[in-house]
Structure formats: structure tokens, C-alpha cells
């Protein structure tokens, strides 16, 4: 018998790399996806896996739904990605990200205990969580301070994913996972925002790119590696929480520089500063060490920041506007 994994935000750009990985490792995958008004597989039709990922509608702000659809599905393990995720928009949201990427989780553990405490369940933990970093780089054993809406809702989420796993012997793995990029990104957040928009000034589609605080730092990897790691949490013998991260580091401009580089454009001639783009806190730095990682798991990050950036903008410049326009 093959085993089942439940996915939950699995219209994502992690819920897709997951089921990718999850399906050629000969596992049954079931999406787990918020009903809308119009169903968005775009990132599953992109890795051409829709066919082979049953999916049952589910909203982590229903308890009800999420019991049912455990007791329905009957997983081996459950991948909580379901969140709001954006931080920008959890300074205009603060609530409404608190109940879905907060209270979410919790509803999602709760369900677990109540249905069947032998699933074994991941959570989407987040680097976000160090926030105003109290030391550099960051580990497991590194305070946290969160600095937006979002990270004080992923660190309640965290807390009782530990919470449960002390409390009722949960197998609950939460992954502190540093930024994870490619061409599956949403396209508001700013790595996919300046491959794109570096790709549309080529084409000569548009002739500006208006970002935000081009100082901040960030330690981006490269999706489908981080969903490995998310799967290899839950084949150890113990539960335990990890960071996955590359252990550098590079300022936003660095990426744009780069980006626009590859497309021999001079950057300087089309990205503005608006003020717009600015948080009311900031995250100025993150850097981790994935060490435990490594020695624990196996794992390891495979792609450069340089190669990072080359695949998105190849990717971005690859395919036609109407195409990109559906991976959004
Ligand atoms: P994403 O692309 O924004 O995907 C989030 C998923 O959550 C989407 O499928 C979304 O569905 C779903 N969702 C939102 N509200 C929901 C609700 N009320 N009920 C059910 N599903 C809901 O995020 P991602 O980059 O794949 O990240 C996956 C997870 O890892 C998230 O929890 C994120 O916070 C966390 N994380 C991400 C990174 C990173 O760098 N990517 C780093 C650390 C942690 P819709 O398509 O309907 O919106
Ligand atoms: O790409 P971002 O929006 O990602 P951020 O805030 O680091 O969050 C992402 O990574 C977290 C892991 O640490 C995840 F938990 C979270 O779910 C999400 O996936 O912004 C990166 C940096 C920020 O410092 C932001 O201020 O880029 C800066 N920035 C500058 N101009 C911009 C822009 N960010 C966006 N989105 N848009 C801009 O125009």
C-alpha cells in the first residue's frame, strides 16, 4: 500500500513542488485547496501533475471542513502550507492572517488529535519568525522576534506545533524554512517581481520597475530543494523542528543586479524606489545554518544565488505573457 499525504495550500507554489515530489516517491497525494471562483491548479498544470492529485476543498478557518476531510482522506502525513503569506499584507490584514496562518494551524493540530493522533504533520514554519535577528546567522536555538503580523502568526502556529508534540506525542515537525524562490513564486513577492519585470522590460512590454527597500537582505533558496527537506522531517525516527537556509545572504539590489544583468540591461535605467513598497517593520537581515539540517537529514542546498536568479529570469523570458500571466 502506498502512503497518502494530505497537502493543505496546495495551489502554492511549495503545495506544487511537494505533490511533485511526493508523486514520483510513489506516494497517494491529495490537495487540499480553499474553494474561490475560479479553482486555481495553474502552478499544478505548470509541473503537468494536475491529473494525478485528488483534491478536496478544505479552508483552514473551518474546523468542521478540516475534520471532516481528515476522516475522510485518512492521511499518513499532513503538509500544513495553507497560509496567508504575504507580509506586506499582513500590516493591512493583521486579523484575518492571524486566523488563517495563526489559528489555522492550530485548528489543523486539533483536528489531528481528535481524528487520529498517529498522522504524522509538518508545518510550514518560517525564517520571518527571527525577525529583528537577535544574533547572526540564525539556528534552532536562535530567539525569535517576530516583526510583522505574519511572523507573530507563524509563531503561535510554531509553538503549538511544539505544543502538541510535548503535550500528545504528535509526530509534529515544524521546518523554519529561510525564503524559497522560482518560477512558480507569486508574483507580488520580490523576487519573481523583478525577474518578471526585468523579462517585460526586455520584451519591451513595460519600462519600469518600482520597488521598495532595496537594503534588505535575504538568504533565498530554491523551492523544490526546500520541499525535500519538509518530506525528509517526516521519515526520522523523532519528530524535531529544523532550519533549512543556504547560509547567505543578499540585499535585494544584489538580486536586481543580477537579474537584469543576465538580460544585459542596466538596471539603474528602469528600477525606481516608491516609497509604497515599504513595511512599517522591517526584516533587514537573514542568513541561517542549516548545519542540524545537514547532519540530521542529509540535507543540503544544490543551487546557487546566481543560479537561483538565471532559472527565474530564463523562465520568465521563456514563456509567452499569456502563459506567465497564469502562474500567478
Ligand atoms: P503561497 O504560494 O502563498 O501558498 C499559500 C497557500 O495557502 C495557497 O495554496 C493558498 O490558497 C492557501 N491558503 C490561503 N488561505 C487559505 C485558507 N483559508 N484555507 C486553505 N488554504 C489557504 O505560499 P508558499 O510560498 O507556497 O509557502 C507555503 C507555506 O510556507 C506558507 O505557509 C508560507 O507562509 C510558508 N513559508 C514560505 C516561505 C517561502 O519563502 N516561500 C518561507 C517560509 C515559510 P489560494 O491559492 O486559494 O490563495
Ligand atoms: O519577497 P518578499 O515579499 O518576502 P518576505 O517578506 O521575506 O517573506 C517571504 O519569505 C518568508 C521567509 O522569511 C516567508 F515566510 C513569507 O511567507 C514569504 O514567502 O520581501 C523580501 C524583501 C523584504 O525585505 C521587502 O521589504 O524584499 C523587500 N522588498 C523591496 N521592495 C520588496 C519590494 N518586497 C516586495 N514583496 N515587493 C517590493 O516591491
Known sequence: MSKKAL?????????????KFLLSKGYQVVGAFRRSSIVNVSRLDYLGITDQVEMAPFDVTDMGNIIGVLGKVRPNELYNLAAQSFVAASFDQPIATGEITGLGAARVLEAVRL???????YQASSSEMFGKVQSMPQNETTPFYPHSPYAVAKLYAHWMTVNYREAYN????????FNHESPLRGIEFVTRKITRAAAQIKKGLVNQLSLGNLD????????????????L?????????????????????????EAFGCLDLDWR???????????P??????????SKAGNKLGWQPRTTFKDLVRLMTDADMAASSMERACIR
Open 115 to 121: 481524528v487520529n493522533p498517529k498522522i504524522k504533520y
Open 216 to 231: 534588505a537582505k535575504r538568504d533565498w533558496g530554491y523551492a523544490p530543494e526546500y520541499v525535500e527537506a519538509m518530506w
Open 170 to 177: 504528535i509526530f509534529a515537525c515544524s521546518g523554519i524554512l
Open 269 to 279: 535605467k528602469y528600477v525606481v524606489v516608491d516609497p509604497a513598497f515599504f513595511r
Open 233 to 257: 522531517m517526516l521519515q526520522q525516527e523523532q519528530p524535531d523542528d529544523y532550519v533549512i537556509a543556504t547560509g547567505e545572504t543578499h540585499s535585494v539590489k544584489e538580486f536586481v543586479e
Open 7 to 19: 497537502i493543505t495550500g496546495i495551489t502554492g507554489q511549495d503545495g506544487a513542488y511537494l505533490a
Open 281 to 290: 517593520a522591517e526584516v533587514d537581515v537573514l542568513m541561517g545554518d542549516a
